[in-house]
Nanobody, 111 residues
Framework: QVQLVESGGGLVQPGGSLRLSCAAS????????MAWSRQAPGKQREWVGF???????NYAEFVKGRFTISRDNAKSTVYLQMNSLKFEDTAVYYC?????WGQGTQVTVSS
């Protein structure tokens, strides 16, 4: 079964950038569609975007033009590059594929 481990979260100032990583193991990563979602305090989890096995991406409107999802199949890793971060991007970010979810990584945008 696929296991997912996120990393790269932290504290960043508004307007700053952060890159999250999600390392997969236990499955054939190159065939997987990988997605990112997030959950802010007191709010429901929301979908951020995904990348298919052939590299096609799609994003939620609120991150378009700021966030980019990429993948490195040789490293079985998917990335979430976040630029122009806003206070409202503060959340726990999760990578997932099908029913498999990582444990999440905290991103805090604060001055």
């Amino acid at each position: 079964q696929v296991q997912l481990v996120e990393s790269g979260g932290g504290l960043v100032q508004p307007g700053g950038s952060l890159r999250l990583s999600c390392a997969a193991s236990g499955g054939d990563f190159s065939f997987l569609t990988m997605a990112w979602s997030r959950q802010a305090p007191g709010k429901q989890r929301e979908w951020v975007g995904f990348i298919t096995s052939d590299g096609t991406t799609n994003y939620a409107e609120f991150v378009k033009g700021r966030f980019t999802i990429s993948r490195d199949n040789a490293k079985s890793t998917v990335y979430l590059q976040m630029n122009s971060l806003k206070f409202e991007d503060t959340a726990v970010y999760y990578c997932h594929s099908g029913a498999r979810w990582g444990q999440g990584t905290q991103v805090t945008v604060s001055s």
